[in-house]
């Protein structure tokens, strides 16, 4: 059975940091494109950052580079977003996705990808 499950997200003070898991189940992680995303209230959901198949080439959007950093353990078939110097636009739902196949997630786009988490909230907040 597929599944793909957030875990990881919480209330952190801006600065802070925190490590979100994508833990997938009925296929192999390392075959295919996973992407993060996220929703903040009152949004459209945008592209975090993504994680290529196989090389694991990743990308990631303006608003988080240098902070966020994607990576997939192979052996636990999990993916993690490492975020730090959190801010309060930051605060969201993060969902995981995976693209059987294409280019939707190198690209960012929500539209593209096939299978969904079902998200983990993140606020940023003192």
């Known amino acids: 059975q597929l599944q793909l499950v957030e875990s990881g997200g919480g209330l952190v003070q801006p600065g802070g940091s925190l490590r979100l898991s994508c833990a997938a189940s009925?296929?192999?992680?390392?075959?295919?494109?996973i992407g993060w995303f996220r929703q903040a209230p009152g949004k459209e959901r945008e592209g975090v950052s993504c994680?290529?198949?196989?090389?694991?080439?990743?990308t990631y959007a303006d608003s988080v580079k240098g902070r966020f950093t994607i990576s997939r353990d192979n052996a636990k078939n999990t993916v993690y977003l490492q975020m730090n110097s959190l801010k309060p636009e930051d605060t969201a739902v993060y969902y995981c996705?995976?693209?059987?196949?294409?280019?939707?997630?190198?690209?960012?786009?929500?539209?593209?990808?096939?299978?969904w988490g079902k998200g983990t909230l993140v606020t940023v907040s003192s």
């Open positions: 996705a995976v693209e059987w196949y294409g280019s939707s997630c190198v690209m960012l786009r929500n539209s593209g990808m096939d299978y």
């Open positions: 009925g296929f192999t992680l390392d075959d295919y494109a």
């Open positions: 994680i290529s198949r196989r090389v694991g080439s990743t």
